[in-house]
């Protein structure tokens, strides 16, 4: 049974940072993707970072781009997901989960796996 639970959340102020932390369990980094997705009050769900299990190579969205910096540990199934100069359009429900690099027309789309569940997400929220 796969299993990626989100923890690490919190209240911070606008600027300030925030280190959030997945625990993984039933995957194997080796084998797949893994990302960060977040759904903000009254949004669709949105992807934040996605790892590619290949080489590594990490894609944010655009709106975290230079603020997010995302990292994996393979070997004891986490990952963690640092944010800085945090805003308040950041607050939402962070999830961490099997994603899915999708190309074309030279954007990048980052989805969440096909059969993933989604496990527990932890609440960040940026206050102005």
């Known amino acids: 049974d796969v299993q990626l639970q989100a923890y690490g959340g919190g209240l911070v102020q606008t600027g300030g940072l925030l280190r959030l932390s997945c625990a993984a369990s039933g995957i194997s980094f080796d084998d797949y993707a893994i990302g960060w997705f977040r759904q903000a009050p009254g949004k669709e769900r949105e992807g934040v970072s996605c790892m590619s299990s290949s080489d590594g190579s990490t894609y944010y969205a655009d709106s975290v781009k230079g603020r997010f910096t995302m990292s994996a540990d393979s070997v004891e199934s986490t990952a963690a997901l640092q944010m800085n100069s945090l805003k308040p359009e950041d607050t939402a429900v962070y999830y961490c989960?099997?994603?899915?690099?999708?190309?074309?027309?030279?954007?990048?789309?980052?989805?969440?796996?096909?059969?993933?569940?989604w496990g527990r997400g932890t609440q960040v929220t940026v206050s102005s």
């Open positions: 989960a099997a994603c899915r690099i999708l190309m074309t027309s030279g954007k990048v789309y980052l989805q969440p796996a096909l059969w993933y569940n």
